[in-house]
């Protein structure tokens, strides 16, 4: 009788691994399945009213550049991607020390996000997202992310946009400490699962109006 291949192979990890090392292997396997693929904190900020105020130090300039070149800078992919943000509509924004980046961030009319079919989250209307922050090693714990944030949400709030969205990693503790900071507050939880192969959404709402275009749209 010839085995079916499955069969073998169950048979062959047992004799390599014994039957208790590949009940072992089985539980690892279908942890990394259920565990969630990640877990972002998401965010929103009024732009009406008072908010905080935070500086841009002296030296640096912020600028939504039309010339794309600084962000080689930012390494590998960053211009070539720099290019398909402003492609899909993404506006970039740039903090430099004379020639240099040191910070990015890039304001976009979606959220990107596997939680949402097609990998794009619709906003609500006069609702931005930011997005794809990052300062440069040499200038960390100068407070330019904040400063920037500030400075971009009074430039949007005079173009008539009223909120912005953003979303942080839950384990980001300072992301998420810089972004309180400006006035952005928390409006939900959003846990990303594989089940049965496939991407799904749990969102554990922190205000259930703001959050409401999240779990709206997210996958289910």
Not at 6 to 19: A, E, T
Not at 145 to 169: E, F, N, S
Not at 183 to 199: K, M, P, Q, W, Y
Request: some cysteine; charged content about 25%.
């Amino acid at each position: 009788m010839t085995l079916d291949p499955g069969i073998r192979r169950v048979r062959r990890s047992i004799h390599d691994h014994g039957l208790s090392g590949v009940t072992q292997l089985a539980l690892a396997a279908m942890n990394e399945v259920l565990r969630p693929h990640d877990v972002h904190v998401w965010y929103t900020l009024e732009l009406a009213g008072e908010r905080p105020v935070v500086s841009l130090a002296e030296g640096f300039r912020l600028e939504s550049p039309a010339d794309l070149a600084p962000f080689d800078q930012l390494g590998p992919g960053g211009l070539s991607d720099a290019r398909s943000r402003v492609a899909e509509g993404g506006v970039p924004w740039l903090i430099l020390d004379d020639d240099r980046v040191a910070f990015a961030c890039w304001i976009l009319s979606h959220v990107p996000t596997g939680a949402a079919r097609g990998g794009r989250l619709k906003l609500p209307d006069r609702m931005l997202c930011l997005e794809y922050s990052i300062t440069q090693e040499n200038y960390r714990g100068r407070g330019l992310a904040p400063a920037a944030w500030c400075a971009i949400a009074d430039a949007l709030q005079a173009d008539g946009i009223t909120a912005l969205t953003t979303k942080v990693g839950v384990e980001n503790v300072p992301s998420r400490r810089a972004v309180e900071k400006v006035g952005f507050r928390e409006i939900a939880t959003v846990s990303l699962r594989r089940r049965r192969l496939r991407l799904h959404a749990d969102v554990a709402v922190s205000d259930a109006e703001a959050s409401r275009f999240i779990v709206e749209a997210v996958r289910r």
